[in-house]
C-alpha cells in the first residue's frame, strides 16, 4: 500500500499517510472516540488486529479477533452519524459500515462506546442496530 497517494478507508477524503496513517503507524494518540473509531474502522480494511486489540479496552477486549480465519471481508465505506461525549473521558459513535463477504452484501449499524484512560482513548463495545 502506498500511503502517501492512497486515500484514507475511513471516509476522510484525506490520504492515509494524512489520516489514519498517524494512529495505525506512527503510534499517535486518537484525539476524539470519533478519530478513533475511524481509524479502527481503517485497521479492519487493512488487517490489522494488533492495532484493534490495543485500542480495545481491558476490560472487554477479547483475546483474539480471528482475522485470519474464514472468508476475508471487502470494507466499502464508512459513514458517521453522530459523535457524543456526554461526560468528560466517555463517548458514543454512531456509524454505519458497508462490507461484502464473498461477495454478499451486508451493513453494520452500531453505537459504540468510548473511555479515555490515562489520555488514550478506548473502545469499550458496541450495541449492533
Not at 46 to 58: G, I, K, P, S, V
Not at 69 to 86: A, C, F, T, Y
Request: charged share 30%.
Amino acid at each position: 500500500m502506498n500511503g502517501s497517494i492512497m486515500r484514507c478507508p475511513c471516509g476522510s477524503d484525506k490520504k492515509y499517510i494524512d489520516c489514519c496513517s498517524r494512529y495505525l503507524d506512527k503510534e499517535e494518540t486518537a484525539p476524539t472516540a470519533e478519530a478513533l473509531m475511524r481509524s479502527r474502522y481503517t485497521a479492519y480494511t487493512l488487517d490489522r488486529e494488533d492495532y484493534l486489540l490495543a485500542t480495545w479496552c481491558a476490560t472487554t477486549r477479547p483475546a483474539s479477533l480471528g482475522l485470519d480465519n474464514g472468508p476475508r471481508s471487502k470494507w466499502l465505506g464508512l459513514e458517521v452519524k453522530r459523535h457524543d461525549s456526554p461526560v468528560p473521558d466517555q463517548a458514543v459513535v454512531e456509524f454505519i459500515a458497508r462490507y461484502k463477504v464473498n461477495g454478499r452484501a451486508h451493513r453494520l449499524h452500531e453505537i459504540s462506546r468510548f473511555v479515555r484512560k490515562a489520555g488514550r482513548w478506548l473502545y469499550v463495545e458496541g450495541e449492533i442496530l
